[in-house]
Nanobody, 125 residues
Framework: VQLVESGGGLVQAGDSLRLSCAAS????????MGWFRQVPGKEREFVAY????????YYADSVNGRFTISRDNAKTAVYLQMNSLKPEDTANYYC???????????????????WGQGTQVTVSS
């Protein structure tokens, strides 16, 4: 399994970024996917979740209404569109697999199997 995130960078508050996560080595449509973020010295934090077919999505309260998770099973990729970015969104962002098969929504990092290396997002004020 390989997950490769991209799209991070340095932006100003109010700007937008779109993160991508390319998956390989798995039957992508069999896995729900999640995005998490982490800053040094803090625990990894749930950001967003999308079901295997993209019909169900969940968001952390802190990003709800600003971030949108989506997936393209044909391209074996999951995305995180981040709008109205705030300095507190600064973190390393990771995608992760949940599954395979029928599994429920979870915000717990331990419930996710494979992780990418992360992409850094820095939002200046």
């Amino acid at each position: 399994v390989q997950l490769v995130e991209s799209g991070g960078g340095l932006v100003q508050a109010g700007d937008s970024l779109r993160l991508s996560c390319a998956a390989s080595g798995i039957t992508f449509s069999s896995f729900a996917m999640g995005w998490f973020r982490q800053v040094p010295g803090k625990e990894r934090e749930f950001v967003a979740y999308i079901g295997r077919l993209g019909r169900s999505t969940y968001y952390a309260d802190s990003v709800n209404g600003r971030f949108t998770i989506s997936r393209d099973n044909a391209k074996t990729a999951v995305y995180l569109q981040m709008n109205s970015l705030k300095p507190e969104d600064t973190a390393n962002y990771y995608c992760a697999t949940r599954g395979p098969g029928v599994v429920g929504f979870s915000v717990v990092p331990h419930d996710y199997g494979s992780w990418g290396q992360g992409t850094q997002v820095t939002v200046s004020s």
